[in-house]
């Protein structure tokens, strides 16, 4: 937005007051497309030749920011714990496998398919381990779903830093079609026991993480064994050869670089869940096994540190929920007094974020724009000053609380808390 021309704007400001008459946006963009000329446009030339890997184009400057944790930005990679993806940059629903955000504990180990292996014991009659080549024999689904970092927005939990981008402060949310078996195939094969209500995933990093799973009927239900993602083999940043996906929960349960899974009638405690992702919560306790990932959105387009002018402009942004699909979501431009439904771009998929969009005038004086998103279950994305109210600001993780973008009269756009 900050490359925008005068013309683009009266462009575009034309095309949205031909928008709001006609109600047809399309039909205005083509009246406009063919009154232009072809004059200035550079002419043909042969291409580059053909190669083994498509490259972005030179003109896309893209890629993710490795960070160290909250307010530890522009770090040395080899100090870096995450890396967040560029959703300011990004269009659709979908995120590049290579600009997916990672987590990791200690690297991203590249591991042999031909040797790695998948044990699956405890409570079942039939301990078994597979090989990925077994996995891929087995019958396969895919679906998209989002994964989510429990600290996506803990830049924000006590103060806002003006200067950050929505990568900074939302770049650990992606989503991507994920290809494998599911799991209910899985515990068929090695006959479950009824008893057995919780399973230990456990990965095959240096760190060892491991998981503790309620064995609900959503889990059993939904929960993928993959080795794909948007349509290749899962990369070694997010769990080659295949790693465990439960949609609409924290990004840590979704193992990568799965070795084990164990049937048990209690969680196993791991160090995971109880020093690591616990949330400390206003009283002082903390709360362990909070799972779910809630109702969220934000606006990405326009979004921190970018400038926009007078006129027309449009506001675009994601949205998502653990729970369900997203059914609605409502922008206001007067920073929450007054709220307008955004168009949803369909489907809107359970459990994967869903783009949104809404055509704005700005009037040119300061202002803030914010989203607000509600789920097919009625669940509501909270103001900040609600969810403070509830969370207090001792926890770390599970912030869903209302983006605040401010605008200034030059048109300069910050990170805010309300």
Known sequence: MSERRGSDVAWNRRKFLAATTTGIVGSAAAGSASAETLADVPAREPGADLGALSARSTYVQIGRIPEAGPGRRNVDPADAINSKAPLQKLVGAITPSDLHYERSHSGAPDLDPSKHRLLVHGMVRKQLVFSVEDLKAMPAISRMAFLECTGNGWENWKKADGNLTVQNTHGLVSTSEWTGVPLKFILGLVEKETAATWMLAEGGDAAGVARSIPLTPEIVDEAIIAYGQNGEPIRPAHGFPIRLILPGMEGNLNIKWLR???????????????????????????????????????????????????????????????????????????????????????????????????????????????????????????????????????????????QTWSIDQAGGVQNVLS
């Open 260 to 402: 084990r899974l164990k049937f048990g009638d209690q969680p196993w405690m791991t160090r995971w869940e109880t020093a690591r992702y616990t949330q400390l919560l206003a009283n002082g306790k903390a709360r362990q096994f909070q799972l779910r990932m809630e109702t969220n959105s934000v606006i990405t387009q326009p979004s921190g540190t970018m400038q926009i002018r007078p006129g027309y402009n449009r506001i675009s942004g994601l949205a998502w929920s653990g729970h369900g699909r997203i059914a609605r979501v409502e922008i206001s431009t007067d920073g929450a007094k007054t709220w307008q439904d955004a168009q949803l771009n369909l489907p809107a998929l359970p459990k994967a974020q869903t783009r949104f969009q809404m055509d704005w005038i700005w009037d040119g004086r300061p202002t803030k724009i914010v989203s607000r998103s509600t789920d097919d279950k009625g669940n509501v994305q909270p103001d900040r000053d609600s969810f403070i109210a509830t969370m207090g600001t001792n926890a770390l993780f599970h912030y869903n609380a209302q």
